[in-house]
């Protein structure tokens, strides 16, 4: 399975942005999903994650209500809804695919990586 994320780019603080990942290779529906990402000099962490029907979604709490993932497994597709950005999310962020049956709890629980897309955020 291969992953293609997109819609990086440069923002001001507040403003929002949109990432996809589309999956191809494989039916998407296979798989739980997960965004991940890493800024300069730190550790790659958890963004949010969602299960394969989309019914269930997880945050990391530094995120939760201001993004939003989502999942169109007619298109192949996991989204992450971005609002109210912050610098601090200024990161390269990473798309995931986890073959396993229970819920995904790190980095080390996915199978597959995309490639990363920047999201550099402006004061």
């Known amino acids: 399975v291969q992953l293609q994320a997109s819609g990086g780019g440069l923002v001001q603080a507040g403003d929002s942005l949109r990432l996809s990942c589309a999956v191809s290779?494989?039916?998407?529906?296979?798989?739980?999903m997960g965004w991940f990402r890493q800024a300069p000099g730190k550790e790659r962490e958890f963004v949010a994650s969602?299960?394969?029907?989309?019914?269930?979604?997880y945050y990391a709490d530094s995120v939760k209500g201001r993004f939003t993932i989502s999942r169109d497994n007619a298109k192949s597709t996991v989204y992450l809804q971005m609002n109210s950005l912050k610098t601090e999310d200024t990161a390269l962020y990473y798309c995931?695919?986890?073959?396993?049956?229970?819920?995904?709890?790190?980095?080390?629980?996915?199978?597959?990586w995309g490639q990363g897309t920047l999201v550099t955020v402006s004061s």
């Open positions: 290779g494989r039916t998407s529906s296979r798989y739980f």
């Open positions: 969602i299960s394969r029907s989309g019914s269930s979604t």
């Open positions: 995931a695919a986890s073959l396993m049956e229970r819920t995904p709890r790190g980095p080390r629980d996915y199978d597959y």
